[in-house]
C-alpha cells in the first residue's frame, strides 16, 4: 500500500534564501529519514526570479544540486491544478504583512521565523555564517517536525506541536 506524500509549502517574502533552503533540507530529509513521506516546495509573495548566490554556493557546500531550486510567486501553488498543501510554513517576518493567496485544501500553518540572511551585514565570511547558522536552524526544525508522529496526532495537537516547533 503506498502511502500517500505531505506536501509541505515554506514562504518567505523572496524566495530566495530561507525558503529554498528549507525545501532542499526537508526533500533531503525526507528521502532519508522520513521514508519519502514529505514533498517539500517553496515561494515567495515578491519572488525574485533567482536565487541568492550565497544560497547557492551554501546549498553546493553542502553535496546539494543547486539547479534544482529556482525562485517561486506564491501565486504558482494557488492556483487550481497545483498541489495541495498539508502544511505551510513561514519563515520571515516580512511575510507575515502580506495578504496571503487562498490555497487549495485546508493546510495546517505555522510560523518557524529565522533570520533572512540576505540582510545580513559584514565581512564576507560573517554573511557566509549568517547562511550557515539559518540553514542550521531551519535543519533543526525540519528534522523534528518530520520525526513527529503524524499518523497519530489529532489535528489539534498537531498544530501545537508545529507552533511549538517555530520556538525553537
Given at each position: 500500500m503506498t502511502q500517500q506524500k505531505i506536501n509541505v509549502l515554506f514562504l518567505c517574502n523572496t524566495n530566495t534564501t530561507c525558503s529554498i533552503i528549507a525545501e532542499a533540507v526537508m526533500n533531503r530529509l525526507s528521502n532519508t529519514d522520513a521514508a519519502g513521506r514529505f514533498q517539500a516546495y517553496s515561494a515567495g509573495s515578491f519572488h525574485r526570479g533567482m536565487v541568492h548566490p550565497y544560497t547557492l554556493?551554501?546549498?553546493?557546500?553542502?553535496?546539494?544540486?543547486?539547479?534544482?531550486?529556482?525562485?517561486?510567486?506564491?501565486?504558482?501553488?494557488?492556483?487550481?491544478?497545483?498541489?495541495?498543501?498539508?502544511f505551510i510554513f513561514t519563515l520571515t517576518e516580512e511575510i507575515l504583512h502580506e495578504a496571503c493567496p487562498a490555497f487549495p485544501g485546508l493546510p495546517l500553518t505555522a510560523h518557524w521565523g529565522v533570520p533572512d540572511p540576505a540582510v545580513a551585514n559584514g565581512t564576507n565570511a560573517e554573511i557566509h555564517y549568517a547562511f550557515s547558522d539559518t540553514m542550521r536552524m531551519i535543519e533543526q526544525r525540519v528534522s523534528i517536525f518530520v520525526n513527529l508522529p503524524h499518523a497519530n496526532l489529532d489535528q489539534l495537537t498537531l498544530q501545537q506541536r508545529i507552533d511549538d516547533i517555530g520556538t525553537k
Open positions: 554556493q551554501l546549498l553546493a557546500n553542502n553535496n546539494y544540486d543547486p539547479s534544482e531550486f529556482r525562485s517561486k510567486n506564491w501565486q504558482e501553488f494557488a492556483e487550481p491544478d497545483a498541489p495541495v498543501m498539508n
